[in-house]
């Protein structure tokens, strides 16, 4: 429909860069796109820490289940939702801040989304590749501490950045059908959209450069729903002053 | 940099719109686009629900606290996360899902910002505007029910689309040496670079179009924070099924 939309829709995740690297003027044009994502409320709640030292960076890959690409990436960042920056704001104002409410939590954690989609976009229309790293919330505490990240600050996800040196398919997604609804929600046909949508995941699977696999995406999902989700996260966010209440 | 990143960084929330309405093809687009965003594991926790009821919209505006826009934007999208889906996927394969995870909140809420952030970027690069709606949150229950959300789906957000028949300025944000740290955390020098950009924030809310104020950015922050934010949040999601451990 035009370039951007083009760009959007060619997004694959990117686990192997070339050496080049990135200049500091860039990783800044990067954070000022993601800092101009929308902000609920004006809350800006993200914070974003680079991480150059290689200690530091074999650490955090050991964190992610041994991701290598987070050690040898050009450029790694970690996402913090951070509500300590207002607590300096109050503290300006003599103002005592109700903290803990699970409304903020989502608003800071969304706000992250929001910023580095952003930045991952701006990245992308540089020739860049991008991939997500959720796995930092395997060892969330240790990352934590890692980080220094004080009360009221918690890291939601890492990203590699830099130039692609591979060029993966990309990966097909639901029926527009399954993920659009028309006054209200219905199941009604989801079913047999996502055994046929199966069948498409399951030919890429098999026929895509490089790990290929026997499996549909309900096989996947039904997979991995059957075990614990990081079942440390509750208490780990409660310790940093977050879902209180 | 180049006319994507000019894009992003033109952003603005738009709540006033031509009456121009958005031909179907043209949501299906914007919805391919945001399905395009990374999604953690795979997982494909984002569902949108269109409102086209006059009625509906209605109710959905007093929700929001009276936001007029909601009722007459061109397109109104609700934005929720969705593992009702998983469990369909699970029935497939008489697996027994695990819920209730905190874990799983944070990737079902963060898969919505990915493909809302991407969707908007689509609609700003055809010349749309939009604006989101934390605003449903406030009376979360009942949108639910107008909805008719199953078990483990609830309204994150809304998103008004549409022309723009207003041009207000972009807000200025926070320094980047606020927002973008190095190696670990560290607050030292973000008091004075705030009370700068107070200073930034109020001369932009002075001199805006429309809608002037004295305020400042933290002062903004501090007068919400010493309220209760939307306390009802968490006992209405556990009972949705989310955030039980």
Redesign the interface.
Known sequence: ?????D?????R?IRKFTAEPLPAEV???L???G????T?????A????????PD?RAQLAECSGHQAYVASAPVFLVF?ADM???Q???D??Q?????G????F??A??D???F???L???AE??GLGA??I?GL?NQIERVSE?????EL?YP??GLCLGYPDQNPE??P??P?S??????????QD??AA??AY?EEVRTYYRQRTGNNKEMS???????????????H??PF?QKKGF?R?
């Not at 890692?146 to 004080?150: A, D, I, N, S, V």
Request: a neutral charge; aromatic letters at 4%; proline letters at 2%.
């Open positions: 429909m035009n370039p951007i939309i760009l959007l829709k060619q997004h995740s990783i800044n044009t954070i000022e796109a800092q101009a994502a929308a609920s409320s004006f809350i800006q993200c914070t974003v820490i680079q991480i150059q030292n530091t913090c300590h920056r207002h300096l704001a109050c300006l104002h103002a005592d801040m109700l903290s409410f699970t409304e903020q989502l608003t954690s969304l992250c989304g929001l580095a989609q952003n991952v976009i701006a229309s540089l991939v997500y959720g919330r890692l980080l220094e990240l004080p600050v939601v996800f990309v990966k997604r639901l527009v399954v993920v659009l609804k028309q006054e209200r929600y219905s199941d989801d079913r996502i055994q199966d995406w309900s096989e996947q999902i039904s997979g991995m729903l059957v075990k614990e989700a990081r079942p996260m509750l966010l879902l209440r």
